[in-house]
């Protein structure tokens, strides 16, 4: 069975940055795709960065190219979201869930295996 908690979300100013953890465990040697996504209240979730394993290991959407940037290694069991220059518009609960769907093709969603989330708002 493989679980996900998400860590690192907070308040922060317009500008600024945040970076988030998501650690997964597991008891065997599952190494799914995981998506970042997040969900804004009344909206459905949206993808914003992904990982896999071998080529192509990574891929950020296009609506935050630029100024979010996946790492880590779901083989090492930590990815990390780094969120810089952050807007209001980025204000959402973010949470990492194993994926469905491709992320070399920038086209997936999440699955039911998702960690419970952590709040991240960007205010003044």
């Known amino acids: 069975q493989l679980q996900l908690v998400e860590s690192g979300g907070g308040l922060v100013q317009p500008g600024g940055s945040l970076r988030l953890s998501c650690a997964i465990s597991?008891?065997?040697?599952?190494?799914?795709?995981i998506g970042w996504f997040r969900q804004a209240p009344g909206k459905e979730p949206e993808g914003v960065a992904c990982?896999?394993?071998?080529?192509?290991?990574?891929n950020i959407a296009d609506s935050v190219k630029g100024r979010f940037t996946v790492s880590g290694d779901i083989a090492e069991r930590t990815l990390f979201l780094q969120m810089d220059n952050l807007t209001p518009e980025d204000t959402a609960g973010y949470f990492c869930?194993?994926?469905?769907?491709?992320?070399?093709?920038?086209?997936?969603?999440?699955?039911?295996?998702r960690g419970q989330g952590t709040q991240v708002t960007v205010s003044s």
């Open positions: 990982s896999g394993t071998g080529g192509n290991r990574t």
């Open positions: 597991a008891d065997n040697k599952a190494y799914p795709p």
């Open positions: 869930a194993v994926l469905l769907g491709s992320c070399i093709t920038n086209t997936y969603w999440p699955s039911s295996i």
